[in-house]
């Protein structure tokens, strides 16, 4: 019984809502081409930004671990690379000592760094533009 209810309600519902999707879609430009929704246009506007904002994002990510020291082991040194699509973004490396740990960040523009890098600082940097 719940069921023929619903179909009912449904195709009610359909036979309200068709005239009105009938009139939006029959309007014509000049061109002969039906306008667009002004929520469509909307959307349109959104993906645009959306699109701009993503190419600043910093989605480029590479990192490697590493023994800092010969004497140490468990790879617990790290260097991470991060940038978006124009290749801007920094690099973070941490060193692990026995006593002490030590952090450095440096800045990448056009998937160059201006500091002399180390070579694991090198190799992730290398990983970061495939």
């Known amino acids: 019984m719940l069921a023929v209810v619903s179909l009912v ?9 068709a005239p009105l999707w009938r009139e939006r879609l029959g309007r014509r430009t000049r061109d002969g081409e039906a306008p667009l ?6 959307l349109r506007q959104e993906v645009a930004a ?6 600043q994002a910093l989605k480029h990510l590479a990192i490697v671990r590493y023994d800092a ?3 140490m082991g468990g790879h617990l040194s790290w260097t991470l690379a991060v ?3 124009a290749g801007d973004g920094v690099l973070l490396t941490s060193i692990h000592g026995r006593s ?3 952090s450095y960040a440096k800045t990448i523009k056009h ?5 002399q890098l ?10 970061l533009r495939r």
């Open 69 to 71: 020291f010969g004497d």
């Open 100 to 102: 002490d740990a030590r």
């Open 37 to 42: 929704p002004e929520d469509v246009l909307g």
């Open 111 to 115: 998937w160059r760094c201006e500091v």
């Open 83 to 85: 940038a978006d699509d």
């Open 50 to 55: 959306l699109r701009t904002e993503g190419r």
């Open 118 to 127: 180390s070579p694991e600082e090198e190799q992730a940097l290398g990983q």
């Open 9 to 17: 309600v449904a195709l009610l519902a359909l036979v309200l809502v």
